[in-house]
């Protein structure tokens, strides 16, 4: 099954960890590792979980016309980003939808470094590089590992082999250098709603150092299945679930990311669309939503309201370990979208009780 | 006299005189992963066979459980409804789904027994 599959730095080190590896954005990846999702999950939220995210695309962008090149294609204030700082950030289609949703880092006057979802990656990098101006370059990292090390001691492990790193607050970005691995970058980022830090490394010494942040005896390997959970816990979105480009920013609760001296000039791509939907609304909005019973609703399953009419979709929904229940997120129409209404999720056919809640369903923990 | 029979679906069924117990294979609550959540057939409820009369929810993802042999479901296993993870621990014996009567109990000895099963499985 996954024999034309691309494979990460830490392939080898990934099946030998146990990890049952499945087909993700034509990587094979771990799903979860010998001590499966509920542990992996639990042991994240607890001490420090070891992700291998080296499928996500890495990327420099460099040269006098990079932040005004990005500024163009995104609602973000990449010109006042300042040097060792990180923003989350969106690609927007001219309707003001949303192509992606990525990290970028100002690592120089002329230098960003980017990050993005690894099923998005290849259209990405296209868009931007078909939109840059002559002496400005997009230059892939495709030869570097990419590993999220997420939970309450993540920073304590990190300082021990980057005691740099402890000063760090969230999102700010540095390089090290590490004795027999070489340059690594590290964001005090992630997208489990623990802290942590994302850290890139060059793929040829990432096994070795992996292993050695394995070895401390708070780290434990991850795989995506509790990456996914994690992130659902956090009331993150997920890109091809939760947005896409027939979501907008505004309608994903993601207005945060529309900068706010970008909103004086409306200069976004959809800056017109945006710009409506925040004086008036959108005919949806994305919820956090808690089922009543045990039973989880997963993404597709529609909302409905008491008179049986559809009022909305699931986008994603499973079981939140840490909470020990059931949650999802969707969308759902603005008459409905208040905190407590009640909603029915079908699921197999049967109405199953249900609220809009407020997310994060566990609280973020960023070192702030 | 008791004799376990196996489904290509990963079921087990437990014959003991006219009473069979089904539940799910070693086999497939490990592929499964950790469940959260079980929904059992009522009691009374007469089922086809390969007709899906339970679900099972792991943290990932929902699967389908149907009924090895036609039959009439005579008790659900409530016992793995407060605790789901009990499958995990337990797959072929307290973790147990349903009993059933069979309408026709020469179609029991049609299934797998335990060596043809782990070949199925090996073959997988």
């Known amino acids: 099954m996954t024999d034309d599959l691309k494979t990460t730095p830490l392939d080898a080190l990934n099946r030998s960890l146990g990890g049952r590896m499945v087909a993700f954005a034509g990587y094979a990846m771990p799903v979860q590792y010998a001590a499966g999702i509920m542990a992996e999950h639990l042991h994240c939220r607890a001490e420090a979980g070891l992700f291998d995210v080296s499928h996500m695309g890495q990327a420099t962008l460099s040269g006098p016309g990079a932040v005004a090149a990005l500024e163009a294609l995104t609602p973000t204030d990449v010109a006042g980003l300042k040097p060792g700082r990180q923003r989350y950030s969106l690609l927007l289609t001219p309707q003001g939808t949303i192509l992606d949703d990525f990290m970028v880092a100002r690592m120089g006057d002329e230098e960003l470094f980017l990050v993005v979802n690894a099923g998005c990656k290849e259209a990405d990098f296209a868009h931007i590089a078909a939109h840059l101006p002559a002496g400005t370059t997009l230059s892939r990292h495709e030869d570097r590992a990419l590993v999220a090390l997420q939970g309450p001691q993540a920073a304590a492990v990190f300082a021990r082999f980057a005691p740099g790193s402890a000063g760090m607050s969230f999102m700010d970005v540095r390089d090290f250098e590490i004795a027999g691995v070489g340059r690594v970058r590290a964001s005090r980022s992630g997208y489990t709603g623990e802290d942590g830090f994302e850290i890139s490394i060059p793929g040829d010494t990432a096994e070795a150092f992996v292993r050695r942040l394995l070895a401390e005896a708070e780290v434990a390997p991850v795989g995506l299945g509790a990456r996914d959970s994690l992130r659902l816990e956090a009331g993150l979105p997920l890109y091809g679930n939760d947005i896409d480009t027939t979501t907008t920013p505004v309608a994903a609760g993601l207005t945060f990311a529309i900068n706010k001296r970008r909103k004086m000039a409306w200069d976004m791509p959809g800056g017109g669309v945006l710009r409506d939907q925040l004086d008036h609304g959108t005919p949806r909005r994305r919820v956090g939503i808690q089922p009543e019973g045990r039973a989880p609703a997963r993404a597709g399953a529609e909302i409905i309201d008491g008179a049986g009419q559809v009022i909305g979709v699931v986008t994603s929904g499973g079981f939140g370990p840490s909470v020990n229940a059931p949650i999802a997120m969707g969308y759902i129409d603005n008459a409905h979208a208040a905190d407590g209404t009640a909603v029915a999720l079908l699921v197999r056919g049967k109405p199953l009780p249900a609220r809009i809640v407020p997310m994060p369903f566990v609280s973020h923990r960023y070192a702030r | ?124």
């Open chain 2, 1 to 124: 006299m008791t004799e376990t029979r196996f489904t290509k679906d990963h079921e087990w069924v437990r014959l003991e005189g006219d009473v069979a117990t089904v539940g799910i294979t070693h086999h497939a609550q490990e592929a499964l992963g950790d469940l959260v959540f079980v929904d059992l057939p009522e009691p009374g409820r007469d089922v086809a066979a390969e007709e899906t009369c339970a679900v099972v929810e792991s943290v990932k993802a929902a699967s389908d459980v149907y009924a090895p042999l036609a039959g009439h479901v005579t008790e659900a296993n409530s016992a793995i409804v407060d605790d789901p993870a009990l499958v995990n621990r337990a797959p072929e014996g307290e973790g147990w789904f349903f009993k059933m009567t069979l309408s026709d109990k020469a179609a029991f000895g049609a299934l797998m027994d335990a060596d043809a099963y782990a070949k199925f499985v090996e073959a997988a």
